[in-house]
């Protein structure tokens, strides 16, 4: 104790100035501590809600397809199927107007084959011109996707020499592969052309997809379909088991050669109609769940 009259030393002097100075900064402290607790509060808070939103989201998805799916076969339905007085003239507008509005919503494939057999097969004077008009329509389409996709992912262009093609017999024309990097994943990808039918210009083609390494992280995957210029790469393609996407349509045809275009994407860039798989949904979730962790 203090001796009365005795003056106040350094260190007296120095605890009443720290006192205030030493709550003031408890205060911070506790309010620190509670600002990045209500941070860390509200990051899961977002992850939880993220989660919700995505699945609320492939619901309505689903839904939405479902309904276009519904108006769409009704409408192909009484448009081509029923018994009608229209002409060749009025099939072909309908179907330009089905694929220009709804190219990225339903295979139209078989019904463009159909239509162009069917004009053909007519003696119409300007059956030609419908020709015309079908075959642009489905050239414009794809080059539209193909745009699109590319932008995406990557896409790689091969010419098959029918020549050659027909020397080679049952084995079949292999092309040149193409290494793609896509999603952060890169492979190979091989095609070899089987046959041809000149008639519907349309080529059979097995594509084959293989790590770019040789390594087990990709299986080997192989798929055999018919290429022409009515296979649209965001309606008609192949999934891979990591969920990318590749699709080849046609780009150019002639009694010496035909070009084949090959593009690879995401999966989520897929058509309407492609639905994605629960284990991609599952894969998305945890890659943006481990985003946001590493973000804390």
Not at 114 to 130: F, G, H, N
């Given at each position: ?75 192909i ?23 220009y ?20 097969r ?45 020397a ?16 952060g ?7 070899r ?5 000149a ?8 594509m084959?997809?293989t ?6 992280a ?16 965001v ?12 699709a ?9 050669s ?18 994605p ?20």
């Amino acid at each position: 104790m203090r001796e009365p009259g005795k003056e106040k030393d350094l260190w007296d002097k120095a605890a009443i100035l720290l006192a205030p100075i030493g709550g003031l900064l408890t205060a911070f402290a506790v309010a620190f501590v509670g600002m990045k607790g209500s941070q860390l509060l509200e990051r899961r808070q977002s992850l939880d809600t993220n989660a919700r939103l995505y699945s609320e989201l492939m619901s309505r998805r689903e839904e939405a397809e479902a309904s276009l799916r519904k108006d769409m076969f009704q409408s192909i339905i009484s448009s081509f199927l029923t018994p009608t007085t229209d002409g060749l003239s009025a099939k072909v507008l309908n179907l330009e107007l089905l694929a220009y509005n709804f190219h990225d919503s339903l295979n139209l494939k078989p019904l463009f084959l159909e239509v162009q057999r069917q004009l053909r097969r007519s003696t119409d004077p300007d059956k030609a011109d419908y020709l015309v008009r079908i075959n642009r329509v489905a050239r414009e389409i794809s080059a539209k996707q193909l745009f699109a996709l590319e932008g995406k992912g990557q896409s790689f262009r091969r010419t098959a020499d029918l020549e050659a093609l027909a020397a080679a017999g049952a084995a079949g024309l292999q092309l040149d592969p193409e290494t793609l990097t896509v999603d952060g994943q890169t492979f190979q990808v091989a095609l070899r052309v089987l046959k041809v039918d000149a008639e519907q210009q349309q080529l059979s083609v097995r594509m084959r997809v293989t790590a770019d390494d040789g390594s087990a992280a990709l299986p080997d995957s192989r798929a055999q379909f018919t290429v022409g210029f009515y296979d649209f790469p965001v309606i008609d393609n192949t999934r891979l088991p990591t969920g990318v996407r590749c699709a080849s349509t046609l780009a150019n045809f002639s009694t010496m050669s035909a070009d084949v275009v090959t593009v690879c994407f995401p999966g989520e860039y897929a058509s309407l109609k492609d639905r994605p798989y629960y284990d991609e949904v599952i894969q998305k979730l945890r890659e943006a769940n481990e985003q946001e962790r590493a973000a804390l």
